[in-house]
């Protein structure tokens, strides 16, 4: 009798322990599938962030590059005016000459980069979900110091060739900073006494160290820009 009752214990113990097993197992393999379901969508999350971000880096590269083209012919145009010397300004055409003097002022473009994704990514945190250290550096170093430093260096721009240049093209040439090629190629005052002027020499001068700064500010954003895309689509392949 006394067999029969522990035969019967032992039964109850070991369906017991399978059913112990059994919810351990099931527990566990929750657990498991809970984990990798916010893997996946904490991935997933990340490659849309940055997919975004690409789109208006991309935009944004576009514009800066434009920007980049102005700010170059500007700082040759610079270099060429102020070579030029009183005996040699009657060997310009009045085409070449107009687009010295249309080069020169094309240091005003503006730059708006698109902040939005990014500002995005930091107010909701979502800075977290990006697991490159480097791509994270080169995006925050980009955004918040490069952009910035260069809307302080705008600011200079735009007063200097919206305001002091322009009131220098008009007084002297009769053109200004906002004129297309083709009006000044027409209506510029070929003024060769000005030309060759220490006044010309000393205006150029001024705005040309600023010019040519810019223009080496919006180069490494181009840079920093190009990297940042290659990483995110290194990210994005993955």
């Known amino acids: 009798m006394a067999q ?6 032992n039964k109850i113990l070991a369906r017991g322990g399978v059913e112990f097993v059994a919810v351990l197992l099931g527990i566990t393999l929750s657990l498991y599938l809970d984990e990798q379901s916010d893997l996946n969508n904490k991935e997933l999350n990340e490659k849309n962030l940055l997919s975004d971000l690409q789109v208006s ?3 944004d590269l576009s514009y800066a590059e434009d920007i980049q083209k102005g700010l ?15 005996n040699e300004t009657k060997k310009y055409s009045r085409k070449e000459m107009a687009q010295l003097l249309y080069n020169s002022s094309q240091g005003v473009k503006s730059f708006f980069p698109r902040y939005g994704v990014y500002r995005s990514l930091v107010s909701n945190s979502d800075m977290r979900f990006i697991q490159n250290d480097k791509l994270k550096d080169l995006m925050i170093n980009l955004y918040d110091f490069r952009f910035k430093r260069y ?4 600011i200079v721009m735009e007063n200097i060739y919206q305001y002091d240049y322009n009131e220098f093209l008009v007084n002297n040439f009769n053109v200004n900073s906002q004129d297309t090629l083709k009006y000044v190629e027409k ?3 070929f003024n060769h006494e000005i030309l060759c002027s220490d ?7 001024y705005i040309s160290g600023i010019t040519y ?13 190009i990297s940042l895309d290659e990483l995110i689509s290194e990210e994005l392949n993955k």
């Open 187 to 189: 209506n510029f005052i």
């Open 72 to 86: 170059t012919n500007c700082v040759d145009s610079h270099n060429d005016l102020l070579l030029i010397k009183c």
């Open 213 to 225: 700064g810019s223009k080496v500010a919006v180069d490494e954003i181009i840079e920093s820009m």
């Open 57 to 59: 880096l991309k935009q």
């Open 4 to 9: 029969i009752k522990e035969s019967g214990m």
């Open 199 to 205: 006044v010309f020499k000393r205006k150029i001068r």
């Open 151 to 154: 809307e302080n260096m705008d």
